[in-house]
C-alpha cells in the first residue's frame, strides 16, 4: 500500500477529500437534482466512505457498504440512526443478497475500478434495480480542453481508471439506458471535471 493511499485510509482525511473541497451549494445540487430521493426509498450507497451524503437525503431506507472497515465504524457512529452500514466488497456474493432499490450511488467509485471489473458491477447492480430505479454515478473524469490543473488532479487521483465522460458512458450502457448526463467543472474549490451520470436498467 502507497503512503497516499494509506493516508486516504483514515477517515477524517478522507471525509476532508471528499467533502472539504466541494464549493457551497454543491452537494445540494447533487442531492437534490441528480439523486432526486424520496421519502421511503430504498437505496443502496456503493463504496459509501462515511456516507456523508446521507445528511443530504431525506427519510430513506439507507444501506452503505464499503470495503473499509474504519469508513463503517465512523459511518455507523455519526448515522447509526439514519442507515445501515456493512463492510462488504463489491465481488463478494452476499454484495448480491441485499435486495432491490430505488436508487443506486456509485460516487467517486469507477475511477476506481478497471473495465471488466465496472462491467461485473453494472451487472449485479442491473439486477438490484426495482423498476423505475435509477444507477447514479460521480467520477473525476479527463476531458480534452480542460483546465491543466484539473488533467493533473484526474491523473493523480489514487483511482487509477480515470476516464472521459464518454468512456464512463460505454460502461454504464453496458447494462443501464443513461437518462442523465452532465459534466461540471464548478463543483470544487479548485479546477476538477466531473462527470455524472443517472441510468435506468435495460
Not at 478522507?14 to 447533487?30: H, I, V
Not at 471488466?116 to 444507477?135: F, I, N, V, Y
Request: charged share 20%; aromatic share 8%; hydrophobic share 40%.
Amino acid at each position: 500500500m502507497g503512503l497516499r493511499t494509506w493516508i486516504m485510509e483514515i477517515p477524517i482525511v478522507y471525509e476532508l477529500s471528499q467533502n472539504g473541497l466541494y464549493r457551497p451549494g454543491a452537494r445540494t445540487w447533487f442531492s437534490n437534482q441528480v439523486i432526486c430521493a424520496n421519502d421511503g426509498m430504498r437505496i443502496l450507497d456503493v463504496g459509501c466512505g462515511t456516507a456523508s451524503i446521507l445528511s443530504l437525503l431525506p427519510n430513506v431506507e439507507y444501506i452503505g457498504i464499503d470495503h473499509n472497515p474504519k469508513y463503517i465504524a465512523k459511518a455507523r457512529r455519526i448515522h447509526s440512526d439514519r442507515g445501515e452500514f456493512r463492510t462488504v466488497d463489491v465481488n463478494d456474493a452476499h454484495f448480491r443478497t441485499l435486495g432491490q432499490f430505488d436508487r443506486v450511488l456509485l460516487l467517486a467509485v469507477l475511477h476506481h475500478l478497471s473495465d471488466s471489473e465496472c462491467a461485473a458491477l453494472m451487472t449485479a447492480l442491473q439486477r438490484m434495480l426495482r423498476k423505475d430505479g435509477q444507477l447514479i454515478t460521480l467520477d473525476v473524469a479527463l476531458e480534452h480542453g480542460q483546465h491543466p490543473i484539473a488533467g493533473m488532479l484526474a491523473k493523480l487521483d489514487r483511482g487509477r481508471y480515470a476516464r472521459t465522460p464518454q468512456q464512463y458512458r460505454s460502461l454504464i450502457e453496458t447494462s443501464s439506458v443513461v437518462e442523465f448526463e452532465i459534466v461540471r467543472h464548478d463543483l470544487l474549490r479548485v479546477p476538477y471535471t466531473i462527470a455524472v451520470f443517472r441510468a435506468l436498467a435495460k
